[in-house]
Each structure stands twice: as C-alpha cells, then as structure tokens.
C-alpha cells in the first residue's frame, strides 16, 4: 500500500454563549460541549488503523484549546502549537497551515466553522461547498497520499463523526 498521511480535522465542541464584554475567543465550551469532546475522543480512539497522533494544530481560542486537551486527554499528549491563523481561517489558509507540517504522519487541526467544513468539502471533492454540514464537536479523518499538497480533491474522506 502506497504511504498516507492522515489529518484529523476537528470542530470545537459547543460553546457558552457570550457575555458583554466577552471576546469570541474567550468563550469557554459548555457541559454539552465538554461531553461532545470525550465522545470525541472516544470515537478517535476505537477508528481501526488509525495511526498515532503526531501534532496537533488549534486555533488561539479558548472553546479550541479545551476541545483539543480534553480529546488529548484520552489519546495521549502530543506537541499541541496554537495558531493565530486557525480562528476564523478559509479553508486556504486551514489547507496551508496543514502543508506546513507535511513531513508528520498524523496531524490534528482543531478549528471554526465554516472553514473547517469547508476545508473538509474541499479536500475530499474538490469544491468547497459540497457536502456541508460540521456541528460543534464533529471529526473528519481523511488521509492523503505522503509527501503530496493539499490540493482540492486530493484527499480521501475515512471517517466522519458528529454528536
């Protein structure tokens, strides 16, 4: 079988609402959403094949950071680098972000919508509109072959899991 790397894309579980005088990005995730990412993380750990997480890439904000330590908390810390670029990213600048650490066998980007399901459409089909839909809390595993950009289409979709 050809080398593959895998990435796993993950959406933030739910947040709480804001309050005045609260940035977005201090919103902190709700009870919901501290059990969407044990499930998620649930869920990582039983996908047959899945390699060992190497890096994981997360946006600056604090609903990421908590999605990420708490998924991590489950698997296994690894080198965790937050990224400035990831809060409120195009699916461009997901997919560069990524290429930046081509070199790793499995890497996790923790994010926002709609850059996250964006990226997702646009690496599994090539458009970046099709098939929509990434709730808080939601994976996409999809690997692509080692060594290769991430270009539209390039990657093929392995598993998708929402709460």
């Not at 039983?46 to 950071?65: D, E, I, N, Y």
């Not at 330590?69 to 195009?90: F, K, M, Q, S, W």
Request: proline share 5%.
């Amino acid at each position: 079988m050809k080398a593959v790397r895998w990435l796993i894309l993950a959406r933030h579980a739910a947040a709480e609402t804001g309050t005045i005088g609260q940035s977005d990005q201090e919103r902190a995730l709700s009870a919901l959403g501290e059990s969407e990412a044990d499930a998620a993380a649930d869920f990582l750990a039983g996908v047959a094949g899945l390699p060992s997480l190497q890096h994981v890439l997360c946006s600056p904000a604090k609903r990421t950071q908590q999605t990420a330590e708490r998924i991590l908390a489950r698997l296994g810390a690894v080198d965790t680098e937050l990224d400035a670029r990831i809060y409120e990213a195009t699916p461009g600048v997901l997919l560069d972000v990524l290429d930046e650490h081509v070199d790793a066998h499995c890497v996790m980007l923790v994010g926002h919508n709609p850059g996250m399901e964006m990226a997702v459409a646009l690496l599994c089909s090539g458009r970046s509109g099709a098939y929509r839909g990434m709730p808080p809390g939601a994976i996409a595993i999809v690997r692509v072959a080692a060594g290769q950009s991430l270009e539209p289409g390039a990657a093929e979709l392995v598993a998708f899991w929402s709460p």
